[in-house]
Nanobody
């Protein structure tokens, strides 16, 4: 059974930075495209960044130029570096396979951007 454990969230002031990690167990992530998703209160979960097995990346327009996704296949871990955070980035952040065929969701990590 695949387990995903996200960490690194917290409270940060506007303009600040956070680095999220997602450790996967139960499966090797190497062949899979992986993504970071977020869900704000009252909104649907959205994919904000993805990284494919090739290393190619895609970003939602709302985070392009501010967020960077990376992966370490040897550690079975995916990362999200978030810079220039603003209150609209407040959400629970999750990682999973990129695309519709997701695994069971982890608990996510809360990111709150507020002064």
């Amino acid at each position: 059974q695949v387990q995903l454990v996200e960490s690194g969230g917290g409270l940060v002031q506007p303009g600040g930075s956070l680095s999220l990690s997602c450790a996967a167990s139960g499966i090797g992530i190497t062949p899979y495209g992986m993504g970071w998703y977020r869900q704000a209160p009252g909104k649907q979960r959205e994919l904000v960044a993805s990284i494919f097995s090739s290393g190619n990346t895609n970003y939602a327009d709302s985070v392009k130029g501010r967020f960077t996704i990376s992966r370490d296949n040897a550690k079975n871990t995916v990362y999200l570096q978030m810079n220039s955070l603003n209150p609209d980035d407040t959400a629970v952040y999750y990682c999973n396979r990129a695309g519709p065929r997701t695994w069971d969701w982890g608990q996510g990590t809360q990111v709150t951007v507020s002064s």
